[in-house]
């Protein structure tokens, strides 16, 4: 990507809310911050917006690099940017990390002004729907009534659908990527696998390591090594690692004889040293608790009936995480419901994370969707 | 045998126009191998339908995107699983049912769908292709533009094939449409006429 098609330097802004939340669980939070990010300009009567979710462990952090040296930009600056699919000369995109999540908003890791201490076990379990109800704060707080669209992949796919939910009058469009109108038992138990991970970590201390100096390191380590397997196709592994070595011969022993085992070691130990356990398993728990379709008999075309928004489902075929026949059941709700969608299944290699990959075809789809998005 | 891209359209316009003559304002309409959209836009511009187009091809989804046309990515052949019983009011099979392997099955399928089915073909039995093959080639016309090399139709038939097709499963006909070059065909359809327009229901319905 050329420089010109960057958002640039970009900062991050925190917005505080003094309004208690009251959580599907019935929890109450007293108070909570956002940590946001915006690309682009709010147009005089507001209607350019484009709120991006993101998934399992994303942040706020779209697009754009925090200085000049920083090596990486955020996680979606392929597809953000002047000229790019979500054109930032003409819209105004946020980003916005989830309540309970590890990266500025308030979360497990955060302190509790009731006791001084951080959050850790006590930060209550959040849904889809609670991401939903704090965005929409955000919303008010940048003087957003409706949103021109809201997007997102996997579990970010999944609150685009619930915005169109909780607030159908605030939402025009929801591109819905690599999502799934809930988890499969085979979605769940992967994810129970990576939280057991977690909670048997000897210095995961019930989720109250932080006052122990410790990181349960192992535990987030092997979830991440079991989440990357997921993600990615058996062609994908095959074509990238296939059964290369790491070194010119095998040495018989546990170390890191394969490609692989490298990648997933890597991948595992950056994700450790950067991301908290429990934010980890309250994610993964909003990913395992969302079901719109719960409250009505597990009819998910009654479940999108309230729905006023547009429609793009996108899938990609070799997901098998979040799998193309999941999205159908989408567009098939939607159908039901005679809502205007249109549904792009998508041949790509890359399985569940392909949805993070800058395809030509996948992002001229996007971007010709949202050129008609006013 | 290249016919200027002006009268192909205004012909085009009269082939979509004969088609918007039997379906209802407000309609719920599924086109099956709907292409970039363009009768699903005439119908909605012409009568307010609500319209969905089912296709496979990602250059044709990504033009209906472009469009504003309701598109749904899929492999007709694997049928309508994903759809209601007779949840629409018309579905479409327009010049697409000449390239489907499952003949048979596709049109049970949209029997089931819609409360009404049309399907349009080109007349394999028109004569400039019966020419064609008595001098000794494969026709290639306006509705028929392919090479018999490239060509993605598989199942060519002509009127009189289609009718025993319909007789010989209980499709009940209600009406029948033969056009050349967009104006309606009364003699000798199966030797003038170049494209095909059938409307019909399950006979159940």
Same mark, same amino acid.
């Given at each position: ?374 | ?27 719920? !309409? ?10 699903? %836009? *005439?119908?909605?511009?012409? @009568?307010? #339908? ?62 089931? !769908? ?10 394999? %039995? *028109?004569?400039?292709?019966? @020419?064609? #093959? ?72």
């Amino acid at each position: 990507m050329s420089e010109s098609s960057s958002v640039g330097v970009v900062s991050p802004k925190t917005a505080h809310f003094s309004e208690p939340l009251t959580l599907k669980s019935g929890a109450v939070l007293p108070a909570f911050d956002l940590i946001y990010e915006t690309y682009g300009k709010l147009n005089a009567d507001s209607s350019n917006a484009i709120l991006v979710c993101h998934a399992l462990s994303g942040t706020h952090h779209l697009a754009g690099k925090y200085s000049e040296e920083d090596k990486y930009p955020g996680w979606w600056d392929n597809i953000i940017g002047p000229g790019k699919p979500l054109d930032t000369d003409r819209f105004f995109i946020i980003g916005v990390n989830n309540l309970g999540g590890c990266h500025g908003s308030t979360g497990p890791m955060s302190i509790n002004p009731a006791t001084n201490q951080p959050w850790g076990s006590s930060f209550p379990v959040v849904t889809v729907e609670d991401w939903v109800a704090a965005q929409a704060r955000l919303a008010n707080h940048l003087g957003i009534n409706a949103f021109a669209a809201v997007m997102g992949g996997s579990l970010g796919g999944m609150q685009a659908l619930q915005w169109t939910l909780s607030y159908p009058a605030r939402v025009r469009h929801a591109l819905v990527i690599a999502a799934a109108p809930n988890l499969t038992a085979q979605n769940i138990a992967f994810n129970e696998v990576a939280r057991q991970a977690i909670l048997t970590d000897p210095e995961f201390y019930g989720g109250d390591f932080y006052a122990h100096d410790v990181v349960p390191r192992r535990g987030l380590r092997l979830a991440r090594m079991l989440g990357h397997i997921t993600y990615l196709s058996d062609d994908a592994m095959g074509e990238k690692f296939g059964r290369k070595l790491k070194h010119d011969e095998v040495e018989y022993s546990f170390d890191v004889e394969f490609e692989m085992e490298s990648y997933l070691r890597y991948q595992g130990d950056k994700f450790a040293g950067e991301f908290d356990a429990n934010t980890y398993l309250r994610m993964t728990r909003a990913l395992d608790y969302f079901d719109p379709a719960l409250a009505f008999d597990g009819d998910l075309s009654a479940a999108l009936k309230v729905a006023q928004a547009e429609f793009l489902i996108v899938s990609f075929t070799s997901d098998w995480r979040f799998s193309p026949a999941r999205s159908r059941e989408i567009v098939k709700a939607l159908l039901e419901n005679e809502r205007r969608v249109s549904y792009a299944e998508l041949t790509a290699q890359h399985g569940h994370d392909a949805f993070l990959m800058p395809d030509d075809h996948y992002h001229a789809v996007i971007r010709a969707y949202l050129e008609r998005v006013a | 045998m290249s016919t200027p891209n002006f009268i192909q359209a205004a012909t085009e316009r009269r082939d979509f126009a004969a088609i918007a003559r039997w379906i209802a304002p407000k309609s719920k !309409v599924l086109d099956l191998g709907c292409g970039d959209g363009s009768l699903l %836009g *005439y119908l909605r511009g012409a @009568l307010d #339908i609500t319209g969905y187009g089912i296709e496979k091809d990602d250059a044709n989804v990504l033009a209906c995107v472009k469009n504003g046309i309701n598109v749904i990515q899929m492999d007709l052949e694997a049928g309508l699983s994903g759809f209601e019983a007779q949840s629409f009011d018309v579905v479409i099979l327009s010049q697409t049912l000449q390239a489907v392997y499952h003949t048979e099955h596709i049109v049970q399928e949209m029997l089931r !769908v819609g409360k009404e089915v049309i399907v349009t073909f080109p007349n394999f %039995g *028109y004569w400039k292709h019966r @020419l064609s #093959i008595v001098i000794g080639n494969m026709p290639v016309s306006r509705n028929l533009p392919y090479q018999w090399y490239d060509t993605p139709n598989v199942h060519m038939c002509t009127i009189h094939d289609f009718d025993d097709f319909c007789a010989g499963h209980s499709i009940h006909i209600r009406e029948r449409l033969i056009l050349t070059d967009g104006k309606p065909v009364n003699l000798l359809p199966n030797l003038l006429g170049s494209l095909a327009m059938y409307r019909f229901a399950n006979t159940l319905a």
